[in-house]
């Protein structure tokens, strides 16, 4: 009796959580609802299967434009984010935190307004870096409206998927110093514009999942990152 009512509260916590979960994965349901941003030149996103799965290939050749999804996140419901990303080339060139070298394989824009202006938009950029350590944040040098994290570096996780883990309501207090309770839009971006070189990366899905998710297994050919 005590074992069947312990599986039956699980699946329930299951269920719970899975309910008020919100992923977004563009290689399931197309890039119809992912606006692309040009900066200079032009990112070539494809749906491609990889490994029996289906993902979204990025794929920049000297140019740079993301992929923009509109959301509506409730960061109180849903504080974690966790995505899939995987790289195979990473951009050279200048250093990554000056503008002749603001180029990243693989980044994951949250973004969160502190109003109805235009210049009352702010963005938090999660990158897989070429020498920056994970845990470091720098501002955008090209606005200041954007902070940058480094979640992964260099070439020793090249080829193999990584799944980051973040309590991004926490990271957005941290990187901002204030209490960010929506989110309202995602980006994925590989870029290769300033440094004029190439870059090349795959990417999964994007979950914003209850707090009690940060638990949950991932699967063990995986690379995962935690705060």
């Keep these: 009796m005590t074992r069947c009512l312990r599986l039956t509260l699980a699946l329930l916590l299951a269920c719970a959580a899975q309910a008020s979960a919100q992923v977004l994965d ?16 032009r990112t070539r996103y494809r749906i491609v299967t990889l490994d029996g799965e289906p993902v979204l290939e990025a ?9 923009v999804r509109p959301v509506a996140v409730d960061l109180a419901a849903t504080p974690l984010l966790r995505w899939r990303w995987r790289v195979e080339r990473l ?15 693989a980044r994951l824009y949250v973004v969160f307004r502190t109003g109805p202006f235009p210049w009352q938009r702010y963005a938090l950029d999660y990158v897989w870096t070429r020498a920056t350590p994970p845990g470091t944040r720098w501002p955008n040098p090209y606005t200041g409206h954007t902070v940058m994290w480094s979640v992964a570096q260099g ?5 193999r998927w990584q799944t980051h883990e973040r309590d991004v309501a926490a990271d957005l207090r941290r990187a901002f110093g204030r209490e960010v309770r929506r989110i309202e839009a995602v ?30 297994p991932v699967p063990p050919h995986q690379e995962v990152s935690r705060p």
Excluded at 26 to 41: I, N, V, Y
Excluded at 193 to 202: H, R
């Design 26 to 41: 563009p290689a399931r349901e197309g890039l119809a609802g992912w606006e692309e941003q040009r900066f200079h030149g």
């Design 59 to 67: 794929h920049a050749r000297a140019g740079a434009s993301g992929l």
């Design 91 to 105: 951009p050279r060139g200048a250093a990554e935190h000056s503008r002749a070298g603001d180029d990243f394989a």
């Design 155 to 159: 070439e020793a996780g090249l080829g």
């Design 187 to 216: 980006a994925l971006m590989t870029d290769a514009d300033d440094t004029g070189s190439e870059a090349l990366a795959y990417y999964g899905a994007i979950a914003f999942l209850p707090a009690a998710a940060a638990a949950a």
